[in-house]
């Protein structure tokens, strides 16, 4: 997964047979520019800007296969996935 901005002139250099032998995919995302991630990141920090809305459900790690369940069918958002039961010994 290739994700953020690079530089025009940045090149992703890769060993293609290794794509082929593993079958491996090469996928780009969307990522804004650092300049708005850190303008993001300062709205957060001082509280102007709240993002708990966006979470729809809160699950524990345990639940991940509802979790991509829920949002294939559009049903949720943005999940927020906790440490399981079992994992934090409760």
């Known amino acids: 997964m290739l994700f953020a901005h ?3 002139e940045a090149q992703a250099k890769c060993s293609l047979n290794l794509v082929f032998k593993f079958e491996r995919r090469i996928l780009g995302t969307y990522s804004a ?6 303008e993001i990141f ?5 509280g102007d800007l709240d993002p708990s809305p966006l ?10 296969e ?3 369940s829920l949002v294939r069918k559009h049903h949720a958002l943005k999940i927020l996935f906790t440490p399981s039961s079992v994992a934090s010994g409760l």
């Open 33 to 38: 520019a650092l300049k708005e991630q850190a």
């Open 6 to 8: 690079a530089p025009e």
């Open 55 to 64: 979470v729809t459900h809160k699950l524990p790690l345990d639940d991940f």
């Open 66 to 68: 509802l979790g991509v």
């Open 42 to 46: 300062e709205l957060i920090s001082s």
